[in-house]
T-cell receptor, first 114, second 113 residues
Framework: DTEVTQTPKHLVMGMTNKKSLKCEQH?????MYWYKQKAKKPPELMFV???????INESVPSRFSPECPNSSLLNLHLHALQPEDSALYLC?????????????FGPGTRLTVL | DAKTTQPTSMDCAEGRAANLPCNHS???????VYWYRQIHSQGPQYIIH???NNETNEMASLIITEDRKSSTLILPHATLRDTAVYYC??????????????FGQGTILTVHP
């Protein structure tokens, strides 16, 4: 299995809602990543988890809360989002978190905040 | 990580080789050159990476100049399904960067029938 899966595919939420995005991989990878991609822009890194520990937070607002419950699963909890947070949220994984190993990306969750 | 410069867009005829250039003149000795592509509305897809030597896999070839300041991704026989945004990324091997991928604007490759 060489796939990263993300659910849901699409999500529409209001500014007062709480929702979660889920990402799963069964490749035995020990590094997982969240990226945000606005329309017609390149992906931007948000968080890096290495061996289930948060290694990088790219100064992401606290309304985004990542969680890595185990080595196969990565969540992104959303609360009190703004319309400008509407974007494609991409999850990725790699064997380890160093530059010698490629990252495998999921298809993304397209989020719309009303 | 070193920055990269790519042309904004390129065209290629179906069946011909697509040669995508990338400049990375400030690359340092422990930085890899990576190529990813993103087909519309999908997640990025890894293509190939290299450090010093030329590399080839089932998707593409990567040619890195001897001084490592530039590289070319070659898709030997482009098909319509290769139409995508191609990202050239220079990436630190380790340290505190934790394998960070920093995407630039990329090259929009359009393959024509």
């Amino acid at each position: 299995d060489t796939e990263v899966t993300q659910t849901p595919k699409h999500l529409v939420m209001g500014m007062t809602n709480k929702k979660s995005l889920k990402c799963e991989q069964h490749m035995g990878h020990r590094a997982m990543y969240w990226y945000k991609q606005k329309a017609k822009k390149p992906p931007e890194l948000m968080f890096v988890y290495s061996y289930e520990k948060l290694s990088i937070n790219e100064s992401v607002p606290s309304r985004f809360s990542p969680e890595c419950p185990n080595s196969s699963l990565l969540n992104l909890h959303l609360h009190a989002l703004q319309p400008e947070d509407s974007a494609l949220y991409l999850c990725a994984s790699s064997q380890v978190s160093d530059g010698r190993r490629e990252q495998f990306f999921g298809p993304g969750t397209r989020l719309t905040v009303l | 990580d070193a920055k990269t410069t790519q042309p904004t867009s390129m065209d290629c005829a179906e069946g011909r080789a697509a040669n995508l250039p990338c400049n990375h003149s400030t690359i340092s000795g422990n930085e890899y050159v990576y190529w990813y592509r993103q087909i519309h509305s999908q997640g990025p897809q890894y293509i190939i990476h290299g450090l010093k030597n030329n590399e080839t896999n089932e998707m593409a070839s990567l040619i890195i100049t001897e001084d490592r300041k530039s590289s070319t991704l070659i898709l030997p026989h482009a098909t319509l399904r290769d139409t995508a945004v191609y990202y050239c990324i220079v990436r630190n091997a380790g340290g505190t960067s934790y394998g960070k991928l920093t995407f630039g604007q990329g090259t929009i490759l359009t393959v024509h029938p």
